[in-house]
């Protein structure tokens, strides 16, 4: 039977990369797996009864090794965070000498750091996707406050993008506990 766990094992982790942490991870799953067939064996358990809590007792491992399956996806995010603050820069510039939008052209800053925000998210688990959205809520708001603000010269009225910001934020924070209840 610790064959048949050996290989339940091994099939959980064949499409993890080889990585030293995904070695390490499947010796001490492994591991433990065969302690506790042998536990439950020992208690009076019949070896397929254990074998079925054992495997019953693994669960989904993704989340284990999701660091390990997003590691190449992650290893992109510097060059492309790099990528587009180089874009932005020569955007600004471009903006700058051809058009002479030296004062407004500044703006594009801020849509970078959204895009960045935004980039650094798609590349996180659903779990942990929580703080660059959040970031990139409140850069859009800053974004909306500014372009009113400017257009408009009602200051004190472009301060409640901020109060609608933070109650779109709570709505959101709503539907994910909601869906997490379900």
């Not at 965070?81 to 703006?107: E, R, V």
């Not at 409140?138 to 200051?155: E, V």
Request: aromatic share 10%.
């Amino acid at each position: 039977m610790t064959e048949r766990i050996k290989a339940y094992v091994d099939d959980l982790l064949k499409d993890a990369p080889r990585t030293r942490r995904v070695v390490d991870l499947q010796e001490e799953l492994l591991s433990g797996c065969l302690d506790k067939y042998a536990d439950l064996t020992a208690s009076g358990m019949s070896p397929e009864d254990a074998y079925d809590a054992v495997t019953a007792g693994i669960g989904d491992v993704d989340e284990l090794i999701g660091g390990t399956r997003q590691g190449a996806d992650k290893k992109l995010i510097g060059p492309m965070s790099s990528s587009l603050w180089s874009l932005i820069t020569l955007a600004y510039l471009c903006l700058g000498f051809l058009l002479n939008l030296w004062h407004p052209g500044w703006l594009i800053f801020l849509f970078g750091a959204l895009l960045q925000n935004l980039l650094i998210a798609s590349f996180l688990d659903s779990g942990r996707r929580k703080g660059p959205l959040t970031a990139a809520l409140y850069i859009t708001a800053t974004i909306a406050f500014l372009s009113f603000g400017f257009a408009t010269h009602m200051w004190t009225a472009a301060v409640l993008v901020f109060a609608l910001a933070v109650a779109v934020q709570q709505v959101g924070r709503l539907i994910l506990l909601w869906r997490d209840d379900r």
